[in-house]
């Protein structure tokens, strides 16, 4: 009876289970598999309302990230800055978790200067602050006052070219928040989207944030939702740059499978194990 | 911030990717077994994100206010707010702590007020008047099938996820328990999407350290 496979499986060392996952995710991050990504309403709404903004329109870029969100959260930072500077968008960087903004730094620099964006005139990163909700409710009147006319690199924001036309929150013509959870989304629809000041919010939540922050998509708080690295790539696809979002959805896509396998297989291992043992005590 | 050189930056770039990727390897090595090597990286990550939140604080939010709002711009009387937050290191001298009430008071009472304006009530509300949905979809293409669907599923588990919250099985008894338990089945359906695409964001960590690993450390692809 011991030596059954369900009972090999159910003592089975875990890091056997470790090693085979690894290999498997590994071996289409590096070979590639073509995986067929299907494009989403959410996500497709996004890309249609910052397509559909004029050139001129100055978006507010929420990174509120850590470094342990890289593989979801840079992929659209890129796509999403990328996209914006192409339309003739202006983007204002800032964050309140304290890696977000110097993350983004590092992200969006090698991207914006591949595509002759200029800092100051159509980019600036505002850096990290302290205190959110003070913040962005000193912004509502001025942004310049409220991160102390300084930016990431201690520069003077009233002498830069992009706020000769940007005074206060109001004048951003739309918002992206990119964030794994709080603050995040619901902490700026309360400071701009509930004072009137920002109507148009995208959303850019790691996989884990989707549910929660759908509420606020179905509800019309927010006007689209690029959510997790599947989102990314899907953006990445509609405006027709595939990067690195693309090529870890195969991965993301095997590694799945092989949960829900293990998931399977170790039911089954289970039911199997208990019914050996109700008919081991049934024969005793 | 303190700006290195770009020549710095990149001289020192081959050294950046290797302890990033002997960090990675340090820290994926809890895996096999507990070790000097993770404990290592493990406190040195601690320690560092520590160091930086410190810094960064600092040069981003204390220091330019004290330089342009105080010393350049003449508002002296900012001194006051931060002499008010100072007052909060009193909390671990007994005869004193009570000053240390008085910052937290104010933080308190300040998100307090902050939360109950509109601020908070707009998208509950705006939530709620969402939840009411119509059964039939009408588009100018005709009859939505797929819209008119997803809008009674939603509103059906809206209703009836009020209802397990609302009523007890002491209230609902016979042939009405039957809801509670669909509303059950409901609720642990959307927990499971929740929980499924928090595994999908520990699949991506791994997907984002197996790619700095292969791509920048190995530069395999």
Not at chain 1, 79 to 98: N, P, Q, T
Not at chain 1, 112 to 119: L, P, Q
Not at chain 1, 242 to 260: E, L, N, R, W
């Amino acid at each position: 009876m011991e030596n059954t496979i369900w009972h090999r499986l159910s003592k089975l060392d875990h890091r056997i289970i470790y090693l085979v996952y690894t290999i498997v995710v590994a071996f289409p991050l590096i070979f590639g598999l073509g995986l067929p990504l299907p494009i989403t309403d959410d996500v497709r709404a996004a890309y249609e309302v910052i397509k559909g903004l004029p050139p001129g329109s100055i978006m507010y870029l929420g990174c509120d990230l850590g470094a342990t969100n890289l593989a979801e959260c840079k992929p659209p930072i890129v796509a999403i800055c990328k996209f914006a500077y192409e339309l003739g968008h202006k983007i204002v960087v800032s964050g309140f978790w304290v890696d977000g903004p110097s993350l983004a730094y590092i992200w969006m620099e090698p991207a914006m200067n591949e595509i002759g964006a200029v800092y100051g005139e159509d980019y600036v990163n505002l850096g990290y602050r302290a205190s959110m909700s003070s913040i962005l409710d000193q912004s509502r009147y001025s942004i310049i006052e409220a991160f102390s006319d300084r930016d990431i690199n201690g520069n003077r924001l009233s002498e830069m070219p992009i706020f000769q036309n940007l005074a206060k929150a109001s004048e951003f013509t739309y918002l992206v928040t990119i964030n794994p959870g709080y603050p995040g989304t619901a902490d700026y629809i309360r400071a701009w989207r509930s004072t009137g000041d920002v109507s148009l919010i995208i959303d850019v939540p790691t996989a884990g944030m989707i549910t929660t922050n759908g509420t606020h998509l179905q509800a019309g708080l927010t006007q689209g939702m690029i959510g997790g690295l599947n989102g990314a790539a899907q953006f990445e696809a509609l405006i027709g740059y595939p990067a690195k979002a693309t090529a870890s959805m195969d991965a993301q896509g095997v590694g799945i499978f092989i949960i829900i396998a293990f998931l399977v297989l170790g039911n089954i291992s289970f039911i199997q194990l208990r019914k050996q043992n109700e008919l081991t005590k049934g024969g005793s | 911030m303190i700006t290195v050189p770009d020549s710095v930056v990149a001289a020192l770039q081959p050294l950046h990717v290797w302890l990033g990727a002997l960090a990675t390897l340090g820290m994926l090595s809890l895996l096999y077994r507990e070790n000097p090597f993770y404990r290592f990286c493990e406190y040195t990550y601690v320690g560092s994100a520590g160091a930086h939140t410190l810094v960064t604080t600092f040069a981003n939010t204390i220091k330019p206010g004290i330089q342009t709002q105080m010393i350049q711009n003449g508002q002296w009387w900012e001194i006051l707010p931060i002499c008010l937050g100072l007052l909060i290191y009193f909390q671990p001298v007994k005869r004193y702590s009570w000053l240390s009430r008085l910052p937290m008071g104010y933080w308190v009472g300040y998100n307090a007020g902050y939360a109950l304006t509109m601020r908070t009530a707009m998208p509950m509300l705006t939530e709620v008047r969402r939840s009411i949905l119509p059964p039939i979809v009408i588009t100018s293409s005709g009859f939505d099938l797929m819209a008119s669907i997803n809008n009674i599923v939603f509103c059906t588990t809206v209703v009836l996820v009020m209802v397990y919250f609302i009523f007890s099985r002491e209230v609902l008894k016979g042939r009405a328990a039957v809801l509670m338990n669909v509303s059950r089945v409901l609720i642990m359906m959307a927990l499971g999407v929740g929980f499924g695409n928090g595994a999908i964001t520990r699949v991506s960590l791994l997907i984002g350290r197996l790619d700095y690993l292969f791509a920048d450390w190995l530069g395999i692809y």
